[in-house]
T-cell receptor, first 110, second 116 residues
Framework: LAKTTQPISMDSYEGQEVNITCSHN???????ITWYQQFPSQGPRFIIQ???TKVTNEVASLFIPADRKSSTLSLPRVSLSDTAVYYC???????????FGTGTKLQVIP | DAGVIQSPRHEVTEMGQEVTLRCKPI?????LFWYRQTMMRGLELLIY????????DSGMPEDRFSAKMPNASFSTLKIQPSEPRDSAVYFC??????????????FGPGTRLTVL
């Protein structure tokens, strides 16, 4: 089971691009990288998932280098409402016993 | 769609009492998950079901915890007897399919349990 490491916290000003990096050195061939967002007093919300290179949706982009040992979640032009905890997970099809860990607490400053 | 529905949203009970948490998954989803979140341990998977059948309950902390899914639209997580260390936020989530390339799990709002 691939372990992930991400910064405990980050601060950013409104309007800036935020990049949160996650390390997963022992990622397996069948593993996908998945990011969730959690606001206070709410359940986590799926943001984005990818296997390699780059994935983009209406919320974020996910950059995965060729060796797949790390990934970067990119949030364009953050606003105060993006203040949340962001979790990086490595999951494989059919295997669900994943602990979210402590995530990265992003604080957006006006 | 109303999303995943959990009840109650808050529960305060005394040590030794039985606690029952309830979850209604998103209609049509075939997987249901129960998670527990604490400051110390983060968000942990307790158990998950597929088509109402428990698949992996290895995350259930001890015999005081039990979960059932009598039908596709309802699940319960029961703690008997409850202890102060069970105080946490309990989330229920559901998904359609189990492959990694899905839109991910949909989480409910959680039940904040406080055991005095």
């Amino acid at each position: 089971l691939a372990k992930t490491t991400q910064p405990i916290s980050m601060d950013s000003y409104e309007g800036q691009e935020v990049n949160i990096t996650c390390s997963h050195n022992n990622i397996a061939t069948n593993d996908y990288i998945t990011w969730y967002q959690q606001f206070p007093s709410q359940g986590p919300r799926f943001i984005i998932q990818g296997y390699k290179t780059k994935v983009t949706n209406e919320v974020a982009s996910l950059f995965i280098p060729a060796d797949r040992k790390s990934s970067t979640l990119s949030l364009p032009r953050v606003s105060l409402s993006d203040t949340a905890v962001y979790y990086c997970l490595v999951v494989s099809g059919g295997y669900q016993k994943v602990t979210f860990g402590t995530g990265t607490k992003l604080q957006v400053i006006p | 769609d109303a999303g995943v529905i959990q009840s109650p949203r808050h529960e305060v009970t005394e040590m030794g009492q039985e606690v029952t948490l309830r979850c209604k998954p998103i209609s049509g989803h075939d997987y249901l998950f129960w998670y527990r979140q604490t400051m110390m341990r983060g968000l942990e998977l307790l158990i998950y079901f597929n088509n109402n059948v428990p698949i992996d309950d290895s995350g259930m902390p001890e015999d005081r915890f039990s979960a059932k899914m009598p039908n596709a639209s309802f699940s319960t997580l029961k703690i008997q007897p409850s202890e102060p260390r069970d105080s946490a936020v309990y989330f229920c989530a559901s998904s359609l399919g189990l492959g990694p390339v899905v839109t991910g799990k949909f989480f409910g709002p959680g039940t904040r349990l406080t055991v005095l």
